[in-house]
């Protein structure tokens, strides 16, 4: 058996690997470089997204919410951003593993609901509204950070 030093910058990389990618909808335009996962993440969750000039104009969606204390109304978060940020992309994980949304909401959301219904752009803030509506139906969103705290986002 190796030892757990040994297997650190193993499982270091697959952080690093696994906060860009998946089968979830990656942000475009994600930088390359960053300097701890944590860091990565929040830059794909800061990324631009751009949603079809077709997109519907409304659509069904949810949506797992991680608060962080730097946010103007953190409501008793003390995390992090970047804890935060990668607090969500433990969501992605475990859903994109098979685990049911109502489990991975109910462990790791901040969001009194999870299910936002049908929605318009208007009804959004911008990064969350760009987001969601660059989904398909029944797609994950990569991680998005808006004015409320990190999104995980699952159009229906």
């Known amino acids: 058996m190796k030892s757990p030093a040994l297997l650190w910058p193993f499982a270091l ?7 860009g990618g998946g089968s ?6 994600a930088p ?10 929040l830059a794909d969750a800061r990324a631009p ?21 730097e946010l103007a109304r953190p409501e008793g978060a003390t995390r992090t951003p970047e804890e935060a940020c990668l607090r969500a992309l433990e969501a992605i994980h475990r859903l994109e593993a098979g685990e049911d949304w109502p489990t991975v909401a109910k462990d790791l959301s ?13 009804e959004l803030s911008p990064a969350f509204a760009d987001a969601a509506f660059e989904l398909g139906s029944g797609e994950l969103s990569y991680v998005v950070e808006s004015d409320r705290g990190f999104h995980v986002i699952l159009r229906k």
């Open 24 to 29: 979830s909808k990656a942000p475009p335009d």
């Open 32 to 41: 390359s470089a960053a300097s701890s996962a944590g860091q990565q993440c």
């Open 49 to 69: 997204r751009h949603p079809p000039a077709d997109a519907p104009e409304r659509i069904e969606v949810r949506q797992i919410l991680v608060r962080h204390r």
């Open 110 to 122: 901040d969001a009194s609901s999870d299910d936002l219904g049908r929605v318009s752009r208007d």
């Open 13 to 19: 990389s697959l952080l690093v690997f696994a906060c």
